[in-house]
């Protein structure tokens, strides 16, 4: 059977391949350690799990809005308003199956065959082949380490044409865990104003923040940044809510619209339960929220001097997300290794320790960690990469 044009050029999720290999070798038996996780160690808090039951008790299983639910939509307006100072109208709000689906919707929606969305290098794996899957054409910023993986207003603003339709920004990011300033945020926000482009602000992580920094929402600058930004965000790294598939976006009126539009025709709504989670956890108390972002920097804390001392590592502090994206091309080739990927595959085979390889973000030189684990698996997973190094290095 031929397939479809459009899913043949498809890459694989890397995240998930090497997921998958690591289960399969703990199947056996063998003690692997995966940091290859992208969601929180957490369970969901029990408030939002109490929540849930409560409505699947009350009858609350039935279809809702393709949208969502008004009240879930209600919490989400006085969750930007309360964080952001960002205020919305419902008809300007869609709840989605998780925010990966609804960045897929946008896509759909906005893009036609060859038009252009910027996205930088190093990216989330689903941007570029998201984009694809529309017909539209992913075009490539390097945003280099000695840039902490940030893109400059003259590299977006040379890379514009007359066929791009957005920019896609990713802060705090996955995979280098870096944050946009303020003031790097305006002087993108004046580059998109001037070239009347779209901006996709993916902020699924804006409650993982540590240290000093401070997280912006770009459509917080000014009416202008607003109007032409989409903000995607959801439950799932918040509140340790990944399996409830609960996203949203948050931007123009009409855009909105054809994606809910869509949205009738694709999933009909999103799961009803897991909306009435999705309210408790915007309303209800934010204790476990603050709690699970105080261990992420605690376990960062603890590591990043340990995974600085390892030879040919490389290693810029994260602000933000629970990600470490060192580049590891130095010690890939003192240890006899071709290519990051090859010496993934040998860290994974013989130190039995499961990283994804840069390539997947488009940032061949790297892998991602996460620390997304317990603070002893931690230790010992660096530990364990550590001795592969030492065990290999040749000068």
Request: hydrophobic content about 40%.
């Amino acid at each position: 059977m031929k397939l479809a044009d459009r899913v043949q050029s498809l890459t694989p999720s890397t995240t998930l391949a090497i997921t998958a290999k690591a289960n399969e070798l703990k199947a056996q038996g063998v003690d692997v350690i995966g940091l290859g996780a992208g969601e929180p160690d957490y369970n969901t808090p029990q408030n939002i799990l109490d929540a849930a039951k409560r409505s699947m008790d009350e009858g609350k299983t039935k279809y809702t809005p393709a949208g969502g639910l008004p009240a879930l939509k209600q919490a989400i307006q006085d969750k930007l308003q309360r964080d952001q100072g960002l205020s919305y109208e419902k008809n300007e709000i869609l709840v989605g199956i998780g925010a990966k689906h609804v960045l897929y919707t946008l896509f759909q929606v906005l893009l036609n065959e060859g038009d252009e969305v910027i996205i930088p290098i190093p990216y989330w794996v689903s941007y570029p082949e998201q984009v694809k899957l529309a017909g539209g054409s992913p075009v490539y910023i390097e945003a280099t380490a000695g840039q902490s993986y940030k893109i400059t207003p003259q590299q977006l603003r040379e890379a514009i044409t007359d066929r791009t339709k957005a920019v896609i920004i990713n802060s705090p990011s996955n995979p280098t865990g870096m944050l946009y300033s303020k003031e790097e945020l305006e002087a993108l926000a004046e580059v998109c104003r001037e070239a009347d482009i779209l901006i996709v602000s993916d902020e699924i992580y804006e409650k993982l923040i540590y240290g000093d920094a401070v997280h912006t929402s770009i459509a917080e600058l000014s009416e202008d940044a607003k109007n032409r930004t989409v903000i995607i965000n959801g439950v799932s790294k918040s509140h340790s809510m990944t399996g409830w598939r609960i996203g949203y976006a948050a931007g123009n009126k009409n855009l909105i619209k054809a994606m809910t539009d869509l949205a009738s025709h694709s999933t009909s709504n999103p799961t009803t339960t897991s909306q009435y989670a999705a309210i408790e956890a915007y309303n209800g108390p934010q204790d476990a929220v603050e709690e699970m972002r105080q261990a992420f920097e605690s376990r960062l804390e603890a590591i990043f001097p340990k995974l600085e001392q390892i030879p040919g590592f490389t290693v810029l502090r994260p602000q933000g997300a629970f990600y470490l994206l060192p580049d590891v091309s130095e010690a890939a080739a003192k240890t006899g290794f071709d290519s990051v990927d090859d010496f993934v595959k040998a860290l994974l085979e013989e130190a039995n320790v499961a990283v994804i390889p840069g390539s997947g973000f488009g940032a061949h030189s790297t892998i991602r960690l996460s620390y997304a684990t317990s603070l002893e698996l931690l230790e010992q997973a660096v530990e364990r990469i550590s001795q592969f190094v030492h065990k290999h290095w040749k000068e």
